[in-house]
Every structure is written in C-alpha cells, then in structure tokens.
C-alpha cells in the first residue's frame, strides 16, 4: 500500500503484521502473538475463527477432487495408487495453506477495522 502498510496478501505470505510489515504475527504455527514485537499493535482484535479451514476445503477440494475424477477416468489406476497421490497432496495442500489464509483474513480484519457486531438499544 502506499502509507507503507504491507498489504494483506503480503501479510499472509509473509506471517508479519497487518500494520508495520515488519514485527511477527505469529507464536507458533497458527497461534497469534499477544502483540507485534515491532510496533505494539495489540492483536487482540483479530478472530479469523473457522474461515481459513472454510477457504481450504473449498480450494484444496476443488483441485483434488478434480485430478481424482481425472486420474480414474483417464487411467483407472488400483486404489493404492490412488492413497499414495491423493493422500500426501491433500496434507500438503490443507496444511501448507492454514497459515497464509489466517494471516489474510487477519490483515483483512485490521484493514476494514472489523469488530465484532453489536445491537444498538
């Protein structure tokens, strides 16, 4: 972005903060920081609760299970065959994408200021 803050594909990618592009997101694997070690931003706000597992079922779906009806109706190979393409490409695909997806939809959070809804009364 031009203020200098990264933008969200950037902050998926690279797992750093949603403002300063340079403190880390993460603790661990999937676990967010208290805050950015950089810049203080109190992560606090950020909930991507279930929509990077939403979004990776529904592409690594897609994909897989568009090659499974390929490879069976172009070479009808035994199911082995099948375990041993379909089974490591599903955990690459699954695993290799939770972390930039919570880190998308988190700097998506930051970016459009999401909260959580109120009722007015």
Known sequence: MSDGTPSSIEVGLKGCCPRCGKGKLYDGFLTLAPECDACGLDYSFADSGDGPAVFI??????????????????????????????IPLTLALTIGLLRPLKGWLVAQQFCHRAEEGRLDK
Request: glycine fraction near 6%; aromatic fraction near 24%.
């Open 57 to 86: 079922m529904m592409i690594a779906g897609f994909i897989i299970v568009g090659l499974v009806l390929w490879v069976e109706f172009t070479w009808s190979p035994p199911y082995w065959v099948h375990a041993v393409l379909w």
